[in-house]
């Protein structure tokens, strides 16, 4: 499973979860903190201080392939330790299973017979079988993070073709005349946050820039409108930790540290410098390197 499949579900303890190749004990972490500096990064779970994946497991294997994907194409060949994500599968339910269950009645319950096959031969058939995802961060996390592999298929709702064709940014789209599809994203606009109990409005940097030479940046300004009514509170705060933090990044203009925000929703009727969005599954912020360096559009 995901960690963002249970982040914001109630009831769920942090010491119930463990590595599905390996059974050590694994916590989900959302946003870790350095200092004073906050770095929002994917929610992935995280091994516990003093211990280790089994070495035969594949999980260590992940940073150093991580590291070698910002250089090459890495998702292209057969790599049992990376799941390519192919497809955005919307899922009302999620399957769960009971703390009170022994360990080993939870692993057969939660996973499918054939993990317990070899790494290698479970990966690669899931590459193709279960190559989806239920919300989009992690495909998010692939496309900022494998910027050689964008060629390759990717499925979402009203749109597929590539990673490459699915994401666009917001800039390159907000003044069109054919209704956006696909996965929008813009750097966050370091404007304050507007938030209500059923609502934020967010300042994105897309839009019709001031040419005068004064006065702000921006004479139209996008912001995304995201409707949080219905929402159970742990999404809502989630969401706005991402938010926050991604912005806070933006704020400290490190190099390759841009706050961004991604979605899939619908443009305003009336007014076009607006888009709205009412799904959590549909939004996520994550902070990485922008995916163009031809234009800054800090502001």
């Given amino acids: 499973v995901s960690v963002e499949d249970f982040w914001d579900r109630p009831g769920i303890r942090a010491l119930n ?8 004990s694994v916590r989900p972490v959302a946003v870790p903190t350095d200092g004073q500096k906050f770095y929002l990064v ?8 003093g211990f280790g994946h089994a070495s035969d497991c594949g999980q260590e294997d992940q940073a150093a392939i991580r590291a070698r994907a910002q250089a090459e194409s890495v998702l292209g060949g057969a790599n049992p330790s990376v799941l390519v994500v192919s497809r955005l599968e919307l899922r009302a339910d999620v399957k769960t299973v009971s703390a009170a269950m022994p360990r080993s009645a939870q692993v057969a319950g ?3 017979p054939d993990l317990r096959a070899p790494l290698a031969d479970v990966l690669t058939a899931s590459r193709i079988r279960n190559g989806k995802a239920s919300r989009i961060n992690p495909i998010v996390d692939q496309y900022l993070n494998f910027p050689h592999d964008r060629s390759l298929p990717l499925e979402v709702p009203g749109k597929s ?31 304050p946050i507007s938030r209500t109990w059923n609502s934020l409005a967010v300042p994105l940097c897309a ?23 219905g929402w159970k509170e742990p999404s809502r705060d989630t969401l706005w930790t991402e938010i926050e933090q991604a912005q806070k990044a933006e704020r400290e ?12 929703g619908e ?15 549909l939004i ?3 902070v990485g390197a922008y995916p163009s360096a031809t234009q800054s559009l800090r502001r």
């Fill in 253 to 264: 203009r490190a190099p390759d540290r841009s706050g961004m925000l991604f979605f899939i």
């Fill in 42 to 49: 994917k929610a992935h779970f995280r091994l516990a201080q």
């Fill in 161 to 191: 073709g590539t990673y490459e064709t699915v994401f666009s940014k917001l800039q390159s789209v907000w003044n069109g005349d054919r209704a956006p599809s696909g996965i929008l994203f813009a750097k966050i606009g370091l404007k």
């Fill in 17 to 24: 979860f463990m590595c599905s190749r390996c059974d050590v």
């Fill in 110 to 112: 939660a996973l499918e």
């Fill in 207 to 229: 839009g019709q820039a001031n040419e005068s030479g004064t006065g702000p940046f921006w004479k139209r300004q996008v912001h995304l409108r995201i409707n949080t009514e």
């Fill in 284 to 286: 996520c912020a994550m």
């Fill in 267 to 281: 443009r305003d009727s009336h007014k076009r410098e607006l888009f709205h969005a009412d799904d959590r599954r």
